[in-house]
């Protein structure tokens, strides 16, 4: 259990930390306007250039193979192996996640002429959804699966989720999908990783 805890903690941490930092560093040196575009046009090497297209996509690999190792350790640690829901949902996050690190973004129209490029930024819109959608669910799958184990933290912890995924609706009806939503979203998710994180170290 002991390593299984300090695994929780490092990855835990990492994970919470490495994404939004990232994020964080890279728009304080280009010109990103967080209102009218999203986190995903630093993958368009034409708008930033085949570096930040790179870091992207690394960035967002080792973001799912955090996600993948994090939830892995703490379902090791409850026991939780015997949720298929739960497992399903970390296999959707993982691949979802990966997968749209390899699919960049870009800004050509829907068209038959433009066939390959539309297709392209069609499914990269459809994976972001996916993982948009399917992170929360995961969580909120987390939780009920823990309550048996952990009423206290099974409890604060889908309050903590559910006050992420308000704070993310509000700004997504209020400005749509664009960047600023995306960080909302982000920092949420890292704020629920590091409540979770510190309350499995002191169970």
Known sequence: MFWIKLGILLIGFLFAGILPGAVRKSIQHIKIDLNTQTLSFLSNKSLYGKEYAKGYKR???????????????????YDLGQHEKLMQYIDIC?????????VPHNLKPYSLDNF????????HNLLAVVV???IPALIVTYQFAI???KQFLGLSGLIVIGLVVLATALS???SGINGATELLFINGISIWTIFVTILTILS
Do not use: G, M, N
């Open 116 to 123: 390959t490029p539309a297709l392209q930024r069609f499914f």
């Open 172 to 174: 997504f009806l209020k």
């Open 59 to 77: 960035l967002l690999f080792a973001s799912s193979i955090l996600l993948y190792t994090f939830f892995w350790l703490l379902s090791e640690f």
């Open 94 to 102: 993982v691949a979802s996640l990966t997968l749209l690190a390899f």
């Open 132 to 134: 948009f959608l399917s």
């Open 147 to 149: 309550i048996e184990h």
